[in-house]
T-cell receptor, first 116, second 113 residues
Framework: AQKITQTQPGMFVQEKEAVTLDCTYDTSDPSYGLFWYKQPSSGEMIFLIY??????QNATEGRYSLNFQKARKSANLVISASQLGDSAMYFCAMRESYNQGGKLIFGQGTELSVKP | GAGVSQSPSNKVTEKGKDVELRCDPI?????LYWYRQSLGQGLEFLIY????????KSGLPSDRFSAERTGGSVSTLTIQRTQQEDSAVYLC???????????FGPGTRLTVT
């Protein structure tokens, strides 16, 4: 079974609008972490935001926020006021505490295109 | 400060040859990870280092793959007798400690002809 599922292979959004990228996960580990990374066409993976399974509040980092719904096992990324530079691949990833070392398990990614 | 660096950025090799990929983590980061990104398989974990030891090698696809880390810093991923299915982008990441966010390098694009 997929541990991380990103159901949107591609998304379009108008510049300055908000967009939500979906991510659902599957784990029996009570302690886990969820991450979002951005990968522009240059190829480098850029860390955006982190949510711990025990965090009471949704994580926010500037224009990025994570809509964490634990019971639904979803961790959607919300980008507010989209900019042209937001066009990239976005990956959701999970770290389970029983995996020694904290290796990340990635979803298949969502390609976001921001239209001017 | 300096980020994670990897070399070479691109490598083209003939099937059957050995290749070495290098990763320089962020200074002071004790944890180092190798991942592979390919069209068919997405992003896959290969190996994790804490200091110079590798407690988790579970992602290495075959015994042709090996890695080492020296001085708690630079790591080398070696692929022996390369095959066409080894063609991928090999990404290195480091973190201050094992459960912190990981910072990635630009990757090495390996093409096996």
């Amino acid at each position: 079974a997929q541990k991380i599922t990103q159901t949107q292979p591609g998304m379009f959004v108008q510049e300055k609008e908000a967009v939500t990228l979906d991510c659902t996960y599957d784990t029996s580990d009570p302690s886990y972490g969820l991450f979002w990374y951005k990968q522009p066409s240059s190829g480098e993976m850029i860390f955006l935001i982190y949510q711990g399974s025990y965090d009471q509040q949704n994580a926010t980092e500037g224009r990025y926020s994570l809509n964490f719904q634990k019971a639904r096992k979803s961790a959607n990324l919300v980008i507010s006021a989209s900019q042209l530079g937001d066009s990239a691949m976005y990956f959701c990833a999970m770290r389970e505490s029983y995996n020694q070392g904290g290796k990340l398990i990635f979803g298949q990614g969502t390609e976001l295109s921001v239209k001017p | 400060g300096a980020g994670v660096s990897q070399s070479p950025s691109n490598k083209v090799t003939e099937k059957g040859k050995d290749v070495e990929l290098r990763c320089d983590p962020i200074s002071g980061h004790t944890a180092l990870y190798w991942y592979r990104q390919s069209l068919g398989q997405g992003l896959e974990f290969l190996i994790y280092f804490q200091g110079n030891s590798a407690p988790d090698k579970s992602g290495l696809p075959s015994d042709r793959f090996s890695a080492e880390r020296t001085g708690g810093s630079v790591s080398t991923l070696t692929i022996q007798r390369t095959q066409q299915e080894d063609s991928a982008v090999y990404l290195c990441a480091s973190s201050r400690q094992e459960l912190h966010e990981q910072y990635f390098g630009p990757g090495t694009r390996l093409t096996v002809t």
